[in-house]
Nanobody, 120 residues
Framework: QVQLVESGGGLVQAGGSLRLSCVAS????????MGWFRQAPGKARESVAA????????YYTDSVKARFTISRDNAKNTVFLQMNTLKPEDTAVYYC?????????????WGKGTLVTVSS
């Protein structure tokens, strides 16, 4: 059974940084894309960033481009999201996800989420 466990969320002031990590387990993740999604209170979940199996492609939603960086370590089945210059509107629960078909905007497997709160 696939398990995705996020860590690294917390409270940070606007302009600060956080690094989220997600460790995947339960199967071989060869070929899987991985990504980060977020859901703010009262809003729909949105795709934030995604990365292909060999890091050959990345995707970022417009609002985080030049501020967030996604990366992965396949040897450790881990994906990271470095978040810089955080804004209050980045406040949300951030979910790690993985997809065997390499998709970016929708994925099959999900973690339980980690809360990121950015104070103004």
């Amino acid at each position: 059974q696939v398990q995705l466990v996020e860590s690294g969320g917390g409270l940070v002031q606007a302009g600060g940084s956080l690094r989220l990590s997600c460790v995947a387990s339960g199967r071989t993740f060869s070929g899987y894309s991985m990504g980060w999604f977020r859901q703010a209170p009262g809003k729909a979940r949105e795709s934030v960033a995604a990365i292909g199996w060999n890091s050959g492609y990345t995707y970022y939603t417009d609002s985080v481009k030049a501020r967030f960086t996604i990366s992965r370590d396949n040897a450790k089945n881990t994906v990271f999201l470095q978040m810089n210059t955080l804004k209050p509107e980045d406040t949300a629960v951030y979910y790690c996800a993985a997809d065997p078909r390499g998709r970016v905007r929708t994925m099959d497997y999900w973690g339980k989420g980690t809360l990121v709160t950015v104070s103004s």
